[in-house]
């Protein structure tokens, strides 16, 4: 299938592009560092576009014209991930176009520079990429309603559709089935990182499904970080987006632990934080985003939602149920998140699991502001 990223009106196919070197082999899943375009096959499909990959061994410059030829992106979804996505390809100039159910984040696409639509069929009919990024596999559900029910004479040619959300891998699987009876190919690729990690391009793509794919879509995921992993087969994807949400869970609530201790050992928690945050060996990114929340006791805005989080750590629970497998460390997180729903705090951030523990030691509450 030709796919040349060019506006509607047909043009002149690119000069040749000067011989490049390109890797022949996929780079390991495991190596989650600088992964680049690695065959010839990417040539043939993206013409002068996809030499924005490695060239000579030096790493991509997505905002690098490439014959003027950028992906058109859609984004269906455009909360806090999702958001950040689109006003990140913005700022590496390739056109998007978006739709959200709230007119808040509509809005939002507007204002930064993007083009709202009101509807999923205006976003994916004028796609060469499209990523999703929703909060439940409802949503999801209504998305795939919305594609299958498009004419095919809607199409131009289909869009390569990148699945970032957290799901359950059944509903992703289902979701990836009926697209794939409409020709569109879909990549399981769930991201590791908060909307704020994004500036600093500190995400991680988990990518999985087909390598030409993959290979074909790498420039429009390294807008937001060179960590782009291909992982394998389509779920593989999702499998690593849990392993990594596990951690996240565990630690987010030995942080918490942790503060409250020295709380009530009489230590001061800013001096913790400042120890152990930059320690090379118990420092991580994780601490030194969500331990300064729970030492200043606020936790807004939220980089992840406990009224969301409480589904992410239901699809984990629910793969480890059906691979079999006992996860004890996170069963006593399960808890202090529901606890957490229970004081009010499904809008503010997980690290407010640390008041559930302060609660537990007797610690004060802290005062609501007026």
Not at 294 to 308: E, H, I
Not at 319 to 326: R, Y
Not at 337 to 363: H, P, Q, R
């Amino acid at each position: 299938m030709n796919r040349s990223f060019m506006s509607k009106a047909p043009c002149k196919p690119p000069k040749p592009a000067p011989p490049l070197k390109l890797r022949s082999t996929p780079i390991p899943w495991w190596r989650v560092t600088k992964c680049l375009p690695h065959s010839v096959d990417i040539l043939k499909d993206r013409h002068a576009f996809f030499h924005a990959g490695m060239v000579a061994g030096k790493k991509m410059n997505t905002k690098q014209k490439t014959n003027g030829l950028k992906a058109r992106v859609g984004v269906l979804g455009m909360g806090i991930m999702g958001g950040a996505m689109a006003e990140t390809l913005l700022a590496h100039d390739f056109p998007v176009t978006g739709f959200d159910i709230d007119p808040k984040a509509r809005a939002r696409l507007n204002k930064a520079g993007g083009k709202a639509m009101t509807n999923v069929a205006d976003v994916a009919c004028q796609s060469d990429v499209l990523i999703i990024s929703l909060p439940s596999s409802k949503a999801l559900a209504k998305v795939t309603e919305a594609l299958v029910s498009m004419p095919r004479s809607t199409w131009t040619q289909p869009p390569i559709v990148i699945e970032a959300s957290t799901l359950p891998l059944a509903d992703k699987e289902a979701f990836a089935n009926s697209l794939r009876k409409l020709g569109i190919t879909t990549l399981d690729s769930p991201v590791s990182g908060t909307a704020v990690r994004i500036r600093e391009r500190d995400w991680t793509f988990f990518v999985s499904g087909p390598q030409k794919a993959y290979r074909t879509v790498l420039p429009v995921l390294n807008a937001f970080t060179d960590n782009v992993a291909y992982v394998g087969p389509f779920g593989n994807g999702m499998k690593m987006k849990f392993v990594a949400n596990h951690l996240v869970a565990v630690y987010n609530v030995a942080y918490a632990e942790s503060i409250t201790f020295a709380r009530k050992m009489g230590l001061d928690p800013e001096e913790v934080l400042q120890l152990f945050g930059n320690s090379p060996v118990l420092g991580t990114g994780l601490m030194r985003l969500r331990m300064p929340m729970m030492v200043a006791r606020n936790y807004l805005p939220a980089t992840m939602k406990v009224d969301v989080w409480q589904k992410d750590m239901a699809v984990i629970a629910q793969m480890a149920t059906q691979v079999n497998c006992p996860i004890p460390l996170f069963a006593t997180c399960a808890p202090i998140f529901n606890s957490a729903m229970a004081m009010g705090k499904a809008l503010e951030d997980t690290a407010s699991a640390a008041e559930v523990l302060s609660a537990m030691a007797g610690i004060p509450a802290v005062p609501l502001k007026n």
